[in-house]
């Protein structure tokens, strides 16, 4: 079964500190997708990125920056020179695809609080 | 261009009445999830629709009943509402391959917020 876990519950960093929010997944699956996704406190849901396990090349988009690492199952998102607007509860999410059928398993999420 | 509507945003029922939560996409996307929310546990499916006329339970399907309506379409039924069934509700939508870069695997709408007493 497909498992993803965020150990951190709640991180709180003073602003313009880089902070990074760690995933790791567990799939049986040899194709699969992860994703970031971002809940601020109006509670939509913010999708961030995704990355395909089969391209293991990290990504950057302006402060925010990805690591995916098979060897580790791991899939961090580092937030850099952290802002006010950051905060926010941010998910990791692992896809299976299943004949046309996609479907998402959440993390339970970390809740990050950028301090003034 | 709304993407995923969902209605009504906020709800409170008494324990033992029904009701059904609706959501619409305007994608043209073939799949549909409902979500639930809860502190500390993340988002959790409920039910899919891989497509018009087919529904499957997903990892909490226990006291709900899904109805995909049409293709763009996909309802969440109470039928006896009870108070651990208090959460917030996210329907989404996606395309049937995830192989194009760049696709956003799933639209979410802004969530229903459930209250049982």
């Known amino acids: 079964a497909q498992k993803v876990t965020q150990a951190q519950t709640e991180i709180s960093v003073v602003e313009k500190e880089d902070v990074t929010l760690d995933c790791v997944y567990e799939?049986?699956?040899?194709?699969?997708?992860l994703f970031w996704y971002k809940q601020p406190p109006s509670g939509e849901l913010v999708f961030l990125i995704r990355?395909?396990?089969?391209?293991?090349q990290n990504e950057i988009s302006g402060r925010y920056s990805w690591n995916f690492q098979k060897s580790t199952s791991s899939f961090n998102f580092t937030i850099t020179a952290s802002q006010v607007v950051d905060s926010a509860v941010y998910f990791c999410?692992?896809?299976?695809?299943?004949?046309?059928?996609?479907?998402?398993?959440f993390g339970t999420g970390t809740r990050l609080t950028i301090i003034p | 261009n709304a993407g995923v509507t969902q209605t009504p945003k906020f709800q409170v029922l008494k324990t033992g009445q029904s009701m059904t939560l609706q959501c619409a996409q305007d994608?043209?996307?073939?799949?549909m999830y409902w979500y639930r929310q809860d502190p500390g546990m993340g988002l959790r499916l409920i039910y899919y629709?891989?497509?018009?006329?087919?529904?499957d339970k997903g990892e909490v399907p226990n006291g709900y009943n899904v109805s995909r309506l049409n293709k763009r379409e996909f309802s969440l039924r109470l039928e006896s509402a009870a108070p651990s069934q208090t959460s917030v509700y996210f329907c989404?939508?996606?395309?049937?391959?995830?192989?194009?870069?760049?696709?956003?695997?799933?639209?979410f709408g802004d969530g229903t917020r459930l209250s049982i007493l």
């Open positions: 629709s891989a497509s018009e006329g087919t529904t």
């Open positions: 799939t049986r699956d040899t194709t699969y997708y």
């Open positions: 999410a692992l896809g299976e695809t299943n004949f046309g059928n996609e479907k998402l398993t």
């Open positions: 990355r395909n396990s089969f391209d293991e």
């Open positions: 989404a939508s996606s395309e049937t391959r995830w192989g194009r870069m760049g696709n956003q695997p799933q639209h």
């Open positions: 994608m043209n996307h073939n799949s």
